[in-house]
């Protein structure tokens, strides 16, 4: 089975920078859209930001948008998460996921993804 492999999380201070990687999407039949989830402790997995495969359209939840960029590479299968100005907040185990289309839900579902990685640590200390 595909997998999806994160890195580039760890341990900063808010304010910073950090970007994210996503390797994998490109090995996987009828990707409809890959999505930045994250979950922090107690938490249930919530939707950070996501783009569309075919025509790059990106979606962004409330909380992060204007700090956070998604972006994928063209001929490639990395999808990155930029993100900026952190907050204590942003602290989360951050997941990718690939939609392939089965369950038409919408991309701020989880529920809809059924390729994921192992997650990435990121903690934000103030």
């Known amino acids: 089975q595909a997998q999806l492999v994160e890195s580039g999380g760890g341990l900063v201070q808010t304010g910073d920078s950090l970007r994210l990687s996503c390797a994998g999407a490109?090995?996987?039949?009828?990707?409809?859209?890959v999505a930045w989830f994250r979950q922090a402790p107690g938490k249930e997995r919530e939707f950070v930001a996501g783009i569309g495969w075919r025509a790059g359209s990106t979606w962004y939840s409330d909380s992060v948008r204007g700090r956070f960029t998604i972006s994928r590479e063209n001929g490639n299968d990395m999808v990155y998460l930029q993100m900026r100005s952190l907050k204590t907040e942003d602290t989360a185990v951050y997941y990718c996921?690939?939609?392939?289309?089965?369950?038409?839900?919408?991309?701020?579902?989880?529920?809809?993804?059924?390729?994921w990685g192992q997650g990435t640590p990121v903690t934000v200390s103030s």
């Open positions: 490109g090995r996987i039949s009828n990707v409809v859209a």
């Open positions: 996921g690939a939609d392939v289309g089965r369950r038409n839900t919408l991309v701020i579902d989880p529920s809809g993804y059924d390729y």
